[in-house]
Nanobody
Framework: QVLSQESGPGSVRPSQTLSLTCSVSGGYITRTYYYWSWIRQTPGKGLEYVGAVDYADNTYYSPALESRTSIFRDTSKNQFTLQLLSVTPEDTAVYYC???????????????????????WGQGTQVTVSS
């Protein structure tokens, strides 16, 4: 069973960079057709897709966050990391890492239903942006 677990700071000051890491167990992040995503949830907006990195190191970012987002892998540690630049209080959320398996050519994890179509989620980590 492939599991994922988020880690990172619980609070960040406005204008700083948020960095979260997802540690994966039970399977390698280079396993073919696996897509490793970050999703966040706020009381006001619900679930929001942030972005992903796939088995081939391709990245997929939400257009709304793309200018501030970077997702990259550390295959030696079997982890992938989210960096969100210039955070504001609106970035306060529970952040989840999740994965989906899909062998279809041209699959884009940004186009699936974030609430139902991911195969597994981490427990989530609360991040608060406040001065």
């Amino acid at each position: 069973q492939v599991l994922s677990q988020e880690s990172g700071p619980g609070s960040v000051r406005p204008s700083q960079t948020l960095s979260l890491t997802c540690s994966v167990s039970g399977g390698y992040i280079t396993r073919t057709y696996y897509y490793w995503s970050w999703i966040r949830q706020t009381p006001g907006k619900g679930l929001e897709y942030v972005g992903a990195v796939d088995y081939a190191d391709n990245t997929y970012y939400s257009p709304a966050l793309e200018s501030r987002t970077s997702i990259f892998r550390d295959t030696s540690k079997n982890q992938f990391t989210l960096q969100l630049l210039s955070v504001t209080p609106e970035d306060t959320a529970v952040y989840y890492c999740a994965w989906v398996y899909n062998p279809d050519i041209g699959f884009d994890p940004r186009k699936i239903d974030v609430s139902t179509d991911f195969d597994s989620w981490g427990q989530g980590t609360q991040v608060t942006v406040s001065s």
